[in-house]
């Protein structure tokens, strides 16, 4: 034997433990113990020769290590699997699921994503999470560079600089086009906040003095600049949860304070929304009321026609006078068309 073929051999037998290791995490569950003859014929495949003994006392090392391996059986028929590991096949299907169903991760980085959480249990349970997620026609969004994105947010973010971006529509053509004729916005980043499926950045915007929010798969070409970010005494008064309950879409509008009237079966519709801190009112025997601070705009108001005859601004008078004419203008145009 060569001396090269030597040192090979012994440095595959410094990996033998590594590949028991892998082999048993890939490999095994509750379900499906792995034999110590399964084991040896791997590290076979490696180019590794390993005696039953040898076997025994890495998983041994292995337990001391901290990993939660479980023997079955006894003898010649025993077998091993791990059973504790860092995330329950629960836990994963729910991460798995959430990353399916956003609509901001496009298709292809879900594949990805859902191909690394798989390697978090045995090949078994993989099986069951590829299952569980599958999605029929998922309308996902087309920007691959949203990784990119939300890394350099968080970027600004930790080291309190601004950042500054394009941001884009899309044309009736499908086309991209940039906004502000492709001007930079120069914006302080200070969350990240995911609503009615996409994910917005919230920052502020000097040159206009207030907190803004913008989706993150329409932000290109992002870039942290040496400037430090303002805005923080705003920021810091702001409750990022009633941000979110007051905003419907994350629509731009003017905050208001509204009362609301809804039939009683909408309770539970309207807590979803609202948050279970707001108060409700008995309203007669059929019906309740309530105030809470909301952002008026055409989203609030699409809100609350949802409900039909069954939900009603009351108050304030401006407020319920804006949404009449948002009426008049949709009957309007349904008019013209007839």
């Not at 990805?112 to 078994?124: F, G, H, M, Q, T």
């Not at 569980?132 to 350099?152: A, G």
């Not at 884009?168 to 001007?183: C, I, M, P, S």
């Not at 302080?188 to 920052?203: A, I, K, Q």
Request: glycine share 6%.
């Amino acid at each position: 034997m060569k001396d090269g073929d030597g040192m090979a051999r012994s440095s595959f037998q410094k990996q033998k433990i590594l590949h028991v290791m892998d082999y048993l995490l890939r490999n095994s569950d509750e379900l499906h113990p792995v034999s110590v003859a399964q084991l040896v014929a791997e590290l076979e495949r490696h180019g590794i020769s390993a005696e039953r003994k040898s076997i025994y006392d890495d998983i041994e090392c292995l337990r001391e290590y901290g990993m939660d391996i479980i023997q079955t059986g006894a003898g010649r028929n025993s077998g091993y699997y791990v059973a504790g590991r860092d995330f329950e096949l629960p836990e994963l299907k729910l991460l798995v699921d959430s990353v399916q169903s956003s609509k901001f991760i496009t298709q292809k980085k879900t594949v990805s994503l859902i191909r690394k959480i798989e390697k978090l249990v045995s090949v078994y349970e993989a099986q069951q999470l590829h299952r569980q997620v599958y999605v029929q026609n998922r309308i996902k969004t087309m920007n691959e560079s949203i990784y990119y994105n939300v890394d350099e947010i968080h970027r600004g973010i930790s080291e309190n600089r601004k950042i500054r971006f394009h941001y884009f529509e899309y044309t009736v053509q499908k086309e991209k086009r940039l906004r502000r004729n492709g001007a930079w916005y120069v914006i302080s980043p200070f969350s990240l906040n995911w609503d009615d499926e996409n994910y917005y950045m919230v920052g502020f915007d000097s040159a206009s003095g207030q907190l803004k929010h913008f989706r993150v798969d329409k932000m290109l070409d992002i870039e942290t600049t040496e400037e430090p970010r303002d805005g923080q005494a705003i920021y810091a008064a702001l409750d990022m949860g009633i941000y979110s309950r007051k905003t419907f879409g994350m629509f731009n509008g003017k905050e208001t304070l509204v009362k609301l009237r809804f039939e009683n079966h909408l309770v539970g519709a309207v807590l979803d929304r609202l948050g279970r801190d707001v108060m409700l009112v008995p309203d007669g025997k059929e019906h309740f009321t309530l105030w809470t601070e909301v952002v008026v705009s055409p989203q609030f108001f699409a809100w609350v026609l949802g409900f039909g005859a069954e939900a009603q601004i009351l108050e304030p008078q401006a407020v319920t006078e804006e949404l009449r004419e948002y009426i008049r203008q949709v009957v309007r145009l349904y008019e013209a068309q007839a």
